[in-house]
């Protein structure tokens, strides 16, 4: 029987999104990009002048936004306050801000609360830092997904040039280094692999062949 809940964590640049919303795909299941919403939360931060270290306004912001997932099948679409941030979000500097402002624990209890009602009617496939051992515990599929800094660095820069930013390769390293360093060093739900997850090191695999080890291990 096919896991109901599949849990997909691992650091920035390791693929978790694209793996994750084919694996939904093939599924039919409802693809989650928890990622997406710590960067919703960063992106209005940034617009409204709000300090990264401002953890009461940044809460409050958490709470009060209306984050949106959608996807209607050919585009997986991002709305805040039914404003379409789907590239916003996307931008270098919304994700290094990200990355601090999901250390604070009020940020992650109303966004982790969000996460948590989604994933309740089942049939999803969540991505994070934090998915199978804060979010989903209880999921029956748990996955870490990782690749050497080098591979994972090489792929945020085509994924960024794809996108028509052009980043040199080599700060795009550095910025991961650091965001990893924070990540799993912060107090609140560090990036670990959850004692029952299943380590996968997408080193020399194609997206098909980790999408497939995927569904293998969800029972697929």
């Given at each position: 029987?096919?896991?109901?809940?599949?849990?997909?964590?691992?650091?920035?640049?390791?693929?978790?999104?694209?793996?994750?919303?084919?694996?939904?795909?093939?599924?039919?299941?409802?693809?989650?990009?928890?990622?997406?919403?710590?960067?919703?939360?960063?992106?209005?931060?940034?617009?409204?002048?709000?300090?990264?270290?401002?953890?009461?306004?940044?809460?409050?912001?958490?709470?009060?936004?209306?984050?949106?997932?959608?996807?209607?099948?050919?585009?997986?679409?991002?709305?805040?306050?039914?404003?379409?941030?789907?590239?916003?979000?996307?931008?270098?500097?919304?994700?290094?801000?990200?990355?601090?402002?999901?250390?604070?624990?009020?940020?992650?209890?109303?966004?982790?609360?969000?996460?948590?009602?989604?994933?309740?009617?089942?049939?999803?496939?969540?991505?994070?830092?934090?998915?199978?051992?804060?979010?989903?515990?209880?999921?029956?599929?748990?996955?870490?997904?990782?690749?050497?800094?080098?591979?994972?660095?090489?792929?945020?820069?085509?994924?960024?040039?794809?996108?028509?930013?052009?980043?040199?390769?080599?700060?795009?390293?550095?910025?991961?280094?650091?965001?990893?360093?924070?990540?799993?060093t912060r107090a609140v739900s560090p990036l670990i692999q959850a004692c029952d997850a299943l380590l996968l090191n997408s080193d020399g695999l194609?997206?098909?062949?980790?999408?497939?080890?995927?569904?293998?291990?969800?029972?697929?």
């Open positions: 029987m096919t896991a109901r809940q599949i849990a997909i964590d691992g650091p920035a640049g390791a693929g978790k999104s694209t793996v994750a919303k084919l694996v939904a795909a093939h599924l039919n299941y409802l693809y989650i990009d928890t990622g997406a919403m710590y960067r919703a939360v960063a992106l209005i931060a940034l617009r409204k002048g709000i300090a990264l270290s401002d953890a009461p306004a940044l809460t409050l912001l958490a709470q009060e936004l209306c984050i949106e997932l959608q996807n209607d099948g050919a585009q997986y679409r991002v709305f805040c306050d039914r404003e379409d941030i789907s590239f916003a979000i996307r931008q270098a500097e919304v994700g290094n801000a990200a990355s601090p402002i999901s250390a604070l624990p009020g940020v992650r209890e109303a966004l982790v609360r969000k996460q948590q009602l989604l994933g309740e009617q089942g049939c999803v496939v969540m991505d994070g830092r934090d998915i199978g051992t804060k979010v989903l515990p209880q999921a029956e599929c748990k996955v870490f997904l990782t690749a050497s800094p080098e591979e994972r660095a090489r792929r945020r820069t085509l994924e960024l040039a794809l996108k028509g930013q052009t980043i040199d390769e080599e700060q795009v390293r550095r910025d991961m280094e650091e965001r990893d360093a924070r990540d799993t194609t997206i098909e062949q980790v999408v497939e080890r995927i569904l293998q291990m969800a029972g697929n």
